[in-house]
């Protein structure tokens, strides 16, 4: 059993930063983040190997997110710079993913467990 829990969304202007955590416990694995907009389908963002040597990223985030983790801590962070509106989602950790094939990895269904989301609102 994992269990998840995200911090770190709010309220920020175009161009400003945010950074999301999240807390595991349990064996994590593959873990990534995955965002969700209203009337949208949840969406891959990023994902990291459970060494940490290895990241991929969407297109659309490329060079403004890092992802990152500390397993001594059980972690995995999100740092987002120069945020866009249309980064404005619910954004999700999981974990538990698969060995680390590209096309593996962006999909929601490879991962077990979930945490609740965090809200990130990015004003124009």
């Known amino acids: 059993q994992v269990h998840l829990v995200e911090s770190g969304g709010g309220l920020v202007q175009a161009g400003g930063s945010l950074r999301l955590s999240c807390a595991a416990s349990?064996?994590?694995?593959?873990m990534a983040w995955f965002r969700q907009a209203p009337g949208k389908e949840r969406e891959f963002v990023a994902a990291?190997?459970?060494?940490?040597?290895?990241?991929y990223y969407a297109d659309s985030v490329k060079s403004r997110f890092t992802i990152s983790r500390d397993n001594r801590k059980n972690t995995v962070n999100l740092q987002m710079n120069s945020l866009k509106p249309e980064d404005t989602a619910v954004y999700y950790c999981?974990?538990?993913?698969?060995?680390?094939?590209?096309?593996?990895?962006?999909?929601?269904?490879?991962?077990?467990?979930w945490g609740q989301g965090t809200q990130v609102t990015v004003s124009s």
């Open positions: 990291i190997r459970w060494s940490g040597d290895s990241t």
């Open positions: 999981a974990a538990q993913g698969p060995i680390f094939n590209l096309k593996l990895i962006q999909s929601p269904r490879s991962y077990g467990y």
């Open positions: 349990g064996r994590t694995g593959t």
